[in-house]
């Protein structure tokens, strides 16, 4: 602990603290740590992500989609519910099931909900007749009146009710009617949360093997040379999808466990290699030598005198690593091979490539989450920038 | 130190040489190159292919609809679908006339053509190809039984010809096997006609002779090529395969040695002025009948592109790259007016059109009749299973997944075969969603709310939209209280799965062979249990045996009756949701001529031109 | 200098073994034979298909089976995923494939990335040299992804709509020196500007620290043009870091890049590789796997000689 406190006080953490940019970029990455902290004390949960709000691929910033749309959204969904319910047994009873995210019926007598139901439907009846709805811009106030008919049949939404949904549609809606906004703050969490324990699993795996091998030499070092070798030797992405698919049938498919593995097998040989350099630097080092005549155990000289002064590359590698993890995350959740049931960035990036967002002009969902991404990213790349300044300033 | 000034001077010259117009003429360039690249005085055909592509070109190694398409051009069958007749209507493909049955239904009388060469090939004696004889066929049929040659299409000649089944287990205990041993039901005539006789007359036996899976080919070729047979085929079609790039691309040139197979003639009005077939008077209208008359195949040369991924064909479709596409889901609502299925403006005025074409397709959720908790036959058994499907939102799931535009009806029969329900609803149904039915089945078996029963598990496949649609049926369960659990596994693990009887509830597809509802009433069949393809290991004795008559029966109404006998019992015993057919939606170019696309027979691209 | 390779090799031989039995394992966590097999298959079907993959065996038999090929150099096993087709023919025709696309994008980006990396070098600290490195950080917190998607619909897609005519293909490939700038050019200049960001930045630091060197401040002082000081001295110096960096990434060209292959239709070794994984192509991966790590063990020892070439300070032993 000491250690640590003595390197916060030194030289080259004034230097950092100095560094405008960098302090920006810490301050953006709290910002997401929050987030993910927000995500997980339940504020999103998976579910929520899960719910259809409304009709797919809505555009963000309360925008109107088009005609055709328009029409499409009020004759569809909640409509064809209303509709379903009431042709039902047990009218009442259908009526109260009737949900679409925070929207239910509204509180009227089903005869009252048949005539608004015929309200709608003789408004999309003449509507329907139009061939083309988006290229007849005379037909617009039908539109709108449609709408508002359809409307109707929802029950009003409380205030809280109606700030979450305009929350939750700040950004549109996903091919499903998910969405994009929660979704893509949820991924927030994903991806730190890949990115912490990789990153602490892979830094703390290699400084141990790295400093073990660099301080005893001889068979140990060739040991773990020759571990990270043969990791090494296999093409990284190779590993990363082999190691992902030999787990696709387990019980643990499902979970985070094989993006875990498969990151950390392949994160740590970099840091190992180079505290393990550091490690033999530092093992002629007199204090070193000193401890070693004062009868100090090899254990506690590497616990107390060799790991704590490579801490600073240890921090850079954990910056460094943090980004790897969140960027090989996205290709492989986008390959299938990643997260599954629950949303991330690289979920979000395939699902907007496989439902033609894209190629149709929609960039919302794939938007967000680059954007998203781009700014941790960015803001972990300044961050780590600014530490190898401050601590390694050598460093190639 | 010498090197070292080599390579700086070298870096030095690339540094400085490098600049800003060189990369715009190089950008000019393959601008002008591009274009330049493609052909222009032959008819090209440019099609797209979905997913990888077929894997094995051999006729008795195939098994998928790539494989069935990829192999179509080259190969040919006995038998064959008329290209524009609908419904369906089988004609001589290699054969003089149709087979000429017996009284009994069981001895098949072929006469082949006399004008059949197979392709010129090195593996023939002088590299000209041989013509057609009927040892040719016979060896063919037999390969199908030789377990050396992995084939997948045993199932269509299990228990079928005489004999066959005998020779099969004979041949493969043998040393080695013997293509000349004879089969009891396979009489040779003489070179060009001979005789098959089946254990009982099956209905499907001839449409089984339309099936790739049958397909002629030389002894020569397999003995030359061997294993490689599947890469490199030689058969009697309109095409030749010139150069096969896995997973990318596929070329085929035009066989100059095809026989004289002309575009058919345009049949006109019947005489009581109602048309010959259903369709006619569009076929008509699209100019069907522009090539009436003219030497097939129409065009030169054939290249076949992969595509794993649908956004790279939509966008080289757009670009006129391909001459025709199919319009996946998602980009159902770009080029269409979801409202009305019409092509948008913008489209039309490209000169595409649209072609809609249902499939004989059935996507539909069973469960395991054999499980302890929710099969069996019993009355409270049915009504807990019944309340599942009366818990379901297929329309839901139509709408979130298939853009609406899929098919839903009851009964394991599609639409456009004997026996599917009209108005694709039957008379007694379970479709849901109707909660409050489906409660008071729950009640009525005793687990009001579901209460008593365990966790429903589900098993379908890893895909991102199967897994969603599991989701989606499991929120709709919980209405009624019954838990479900979904297991998505890759689609090894799922048949594993099916095939050790190991699911409880599972989300499966199946798509017809051939058109004739007995190739799904075999689904459920007894003996055709798990490991076979009966997954619902459904087995009612009355069912077994309404099957074993139709499948001998030829097409009557007493045979619809009995299929809708066969269906209801399916609705009632509900060892299976659904179901739910596909319609696709083809996109063309105006170039393109003659396009009638069909997904249960490929071999139709001899007919494809460009004008 | 032969001993210090042939010792090099042997120390090599364990890494090799225990990346192939390391590869092997994990690909039989999988069944690879269901898929193969056709729908109405039976038991039998089953288990004569996995004899006839040899996987009824235990392990370490089809480990020697393994290794015998691989140290005979016998790839003439067949593909499970297309019979009649070898692993070795697989190989023939796409590595060249992936060497069209990789060998120009790695020549492009050195060079370019050297250059821009010696202005900013030249630069430190003003503003131009701040604009650099900030794009270079810029650039490397895109995802590749969003790289290649947007590559392809603005580059290829758009650019036709524009101009009338193809400039870039959007899927596809045909060989030929004249197809070449066609198919493959947009694929290369996407990893071209993917990987420039983290080349620059690695190569300035290498300028940097050769800006401090005693013999740039001897040559300023001297009068000698900045030019010459910039290319001649400077980069000949940087030279061991950069052939370095150029050498270990050797190796990689041969495995492609999957993601571009992918999305461009180029069937170069990352399009085989991931396709033979998907499908459970054992062979192919297998016999890939086990040329990439001969190439990259190989090209580690090529770099320690290397430093001894051109570095008098370390030596063979």
């Given amino acids: 602990m000491n250690r640590i406190k003595q390197m916060i006080n030194t030289r080259e953490a004034k230097k950092l603290w100095r560094n405008k940019l960098a302090l920006v970029a810490l301050a953006i990455i709290m910002l997401y740590l929050l987030a ?100 007849d811009p005379s037909l617009l106030p039908k539109i709108a009146d449609l709408e508002a008919a359809e409307a109707q049949l929802k029950a009003p939404l409380t205030a809280w009710q109606q700030f979450v949904y305009d929350v939750s549609i700040l950004l549109g809606t996903d091919a499903q009617g998910r969405s994009i906004f929660l979704r893509g703050i949820y991924s927030i969490k994903i991806a730190i949360q890949i990115g912490l324990v990789t990153a602490i699993f892979a830094v703390s795996l290699g400084a141990f093997l790295g400093a073990a091998a660099g301080y005893f030499g001889g068979w140990v070092d060739h040991v773990v040379v020759w571990i990270y070798t043969t990791f090494s030797s296999i093409p990284n992405l190779v590993l990363l999808v082999v190691l992902a698919y030999a787990f696709t049938n387990s019980a643990a498919k499902d979970t985070l466990l094989p993006v875990y593995i498969a990151f950390g097998a392949t994160f740590w040989i970099g840091t190992c290699r180079v505290i393990r350099g550091e490690t033999l630097k530092l093992k002629e080092m007199e204090y070193v030598h000193a401890a070693q005549t004062a009868g100090f155990g090899p254990v506690h000289i590497l616990l107390r005198y060799i790991l704590p002064n490579t801490a600073h590359l240890m921090l850079i590698n954990f910056s460094l690593l943090l980004i790897a993890a969140i960027k090989s995350e996205v290709i492989l959740s986008y390959l299938g091979f990643g997260v599954k049931n629950q949303p991330s960035w690289g979920i979000m990036i395939r699902d907007a490539g496989n439902n033609g967002d894209v190629v149709g002009g929609f960039f919302w969902e794939i938007g967000f989450a680059t954007a998203l991404m781009f700014v941790l990213v960015l803001a972990f790349n300044i961050l780590s920038d600014a530490l190898q300044d401050a601590f390694d300033p050598k460093h190639v | 130190m010498k090197q070292k000034h080599a390579i700086t001077s070298l870096l030095q010259l690339f540094s400085l040489r490098f600049n800003l117009t060189g990369v715009a003429a190089l950008i000019l360039t393959c601008g002008l190159l591009g274009p330049f690249s493609y052909g222009q005085s032959e008819i090209v055909l440019r099609l797209p292919m979905p997913t990888t592509g077929p894997n094995s070109l051999d ?61 010129d090939d090195p593996c023939f004696e ?66 060009h006609e001979f005789q098959i006789v089946l254990n009982q007359p099956f209905i499907r036996f001839q449409y089984t002779l339309a099936m790739f899976q049958t397909s002629v080919l030389p002894r020569e070729a397999v003995e030359h090529y061997q294993d490689r047979i599947s890469r490199h085929p030689v058969g009697t079609g309109p095409f030749i395969l010139e150069h096969w790039e896995t997973g990318l691309q596929m070329v085929y040139r035009r066989n100059p040695n095809y026989r004289d197979v002309r575009y058919p003639a345009d049949p006109g009005m019947k005489d009581d002025a109602t048309p010959p077939y259903q369709g006619y008077a569009q076929d008509k209208a699209l100019g069907m009948y522009d090539c009436a008359g003219e030497r097939l195949p129409l065009a030169d040369k054939v290249v076949l592109t992969m595509f794993q991924k649908n956004a790279p064909a939509w966008l080289k479709f757009l670009n006129k790259e391909l001459d025709y596409t199919r319009v996946a889901s998602e980009n159902f609502s770009q080029a269409f007016i979801k409202r009305k299925r019409t092509l948008r403006p913008s489209f039309e005025a490209q000169g595409m059109r649209v072609v809609a074409l249902p499939l004989l397709d059935m996507v539909y959720n069973g469960f395991n009749m054999e499980d302890p908790d929710y099969g069996g036959y019993t009355d409270q058994k049915k009504w807990v299973r019944q309340a599942i499907s009366l818990a379901m939102d297929l329309d839901e799931v139509n709408e979130a997944f298939y853009d609406g535009i899929n098919l839903i009806y009851d009964g394991p029969i599609p639409s456009g075969l004997d026996g599917h329900p009209e108005g694709h609803t039957a008379a007694v149904n379970y479709r849901g969603p109707n909660l409050q039915k489906a409660r008071e089945l729950l009640k009525k078996s005793g687990h009001p709310n579901g209460e008593g029963l365990p966790p429903l598990v589900y098993y379908t496949s890893q895909q991102a939209q199967s897994r969603e649609m599991a989701y989606m049926t499991a929120r709709n369960l919980k209405k009624i209280g019954i838990k479900m659990e979904v297991n998505a596994l890759d689609f090894s693990e799922l048949s594993e799965k099916m095939r050790e009887k190991g699911a409880p509830f599972f989300g499966l597809a199946w798509g017809s062979d051939y058109p004739d509802a007995e190739n ?59 179901a739910m057919a596909r319609t696709r939606y083809y996109l063309i170019h105006d170039r393109l001529k003659n396009f009638k696309p069909e997904e249960t027979f490929s071999n139709w691209v001899k007919y494809l031109t460009i004008k | 200098m032969w001993a210090f390779i042939i010792r090099k090799l042997v120390y090599n031989i364990p890494v090799y073994l225990a990346i192939i039995f390391l590869l092997m394992v994990l690909l039989r966590q999988r069944d690879p034979v269901t898929g193969k097999l056709g729908k109405n298959a039976t038991q039998e079907d089953y288990i004569s298909k996995r004899k006839e993959f040899g996987l009824d065996q235990p392990i370490y038999l089809q480990y020697g089976v393994l290794l015998k090929s691989i140290f005979t150099f016998d790839f003439s096993q067949e593909s499970w995923n297309e019979p009649g087709v070898t692993v070795g023919e697989k190989l023939r025709t796409a590595v060249p494939r992936s060497l069209a696309l990789t060998v120009p994008a790695l020549g492009i980006t050195t060079v370019i990335s050297i250059f821009v990396a010696m202005l900013s070098a030249f630069y430190r600290g003003r503003w131009i040299d701040r604009l650099l490195v900030f794009c270079a950080v810029l650039g490397m917190s895109v995802s590749f992804l969003v790289y290649i998607i947007f590559g392809q619909y603005f580059g290829a897609y758009k650019l036709q709509q524009w101009l009338g005519t193809p400039v870039f293909s959007i899927h596809g490939y045909e060989s030929g020196l004249l197809n070449w700038p066609f198919f493959m050019l947009l694929p290369v200049l996407i990893s071209v500007i993917v990987s420039m960001g983290y080349d620059t930045r690695f190569y300035r630091a290498v300028m940097v620290e050769e800006t401090q060197a005693d013999y740039i401040t001897t040559a300023r002082a001297k009068g000698a043009p900045q030019s010459k000081v910039m290319f001649v001295h400077m980069l000949r110096n940087a030279m061991i870091p950069i052939v370095t960096r150029v050498m270990i990434t050797l190796p990689f060209l041969v495995t492609g890049s999957i993601l571009l292959e992918e999305f461009f239709g180029i069937p170069g070794m990352g399009y085989v590789l991931l396709s033979a994984i998907r499908n459970d192509d054992f062979p192919v991966v297998e016999g890939f796997t086990a040329v990439f790590a001969g190439l990259f063990i190989m090209s580690i020892i090529a770099t320690d000689i290397l430093y001894a070439v051109f570095d008098p300070r370390v030596r063979l032993q």
């Fill in chain 2, 59 to 119: 006729p008795v190694r195939g098994a998928s609809q790539y494989d069935n398409v990829a192999a179509s051009y080259v190969y040919e069958t006995l038998l064959e679908y008329e290209y524009l007749t609908r419904p369906y209507k089988l004609k001589p493909c290699l054969l003089e006339s149709m087979p000429e049955v017996s009284e009994d239904g069981k001895t098949f009388s072929f006469k082949l053509r006399d004008d059949i060469y197979f392709h």
């Fill in chain 1, 36 to 135: 993910a902290l927000f995500v997980m004390a339940g504020g999103i949960s998976r579910v929520t992500c899960d719910t259809v709000i409304g009709p797919n691929k809505m555009p963000g910033f309360y925008r109107q989609d088009t005609p055709e749309k328009r029409y499409e959204n009020s004759t569809k969904k909640f409509l064809t519910k209303v509709k379903r319910a009431l042709a039902a047994e047990d009218v009442e009873g259908a009526l109260s099931e009737v949900s679409l995210g925070p929207f239910t019926v509204v509180n009227k007598s089903p005869a009252e909900l048949e005539m608004l139901v015929a309200e709608v439907d003789a408004l999309a009846g003449e509507l329907n007749e139009s061939p083309n709805l988006d290229i």
């Fill in chain 2, 126 to 191: 002088d590299g000209k190809g041989r013509k057609v004889v009927t040892r040719d066929v016979f060896y063919s049929l037999k390969r199908m039984a030789d377990t050396d040659n992995q084939p997948k299409s045993w199932w269509l000649m299990q228990d079928t010809i005489k004999g066959f089944d005998q020779y099969r287990k004979e041949q493969n205990e043998a040393e080695r096997f013997d293509y000349d041993a004879p089969v009891a039901g396979m009489v040779e005539i003489n070179d």
């Fill in chain 2, 520 to 578: 799904n009433l075999q689904l459920f069949y007894g003996p055709f249990k798990s490991p076979m393809s009966n997954n619902f290991n459904y087995d009612r004795p009355q069912y077994n045996e309404l099957y074993e008559e139709i499948r001998v029966m030829p097409a009557s109404p007493e045979r619809t009756a009995k299929y809708v006998k066969m269906r209801n019992m399916i609705i009632e015993d509900v060892p299976m949701i659904g």
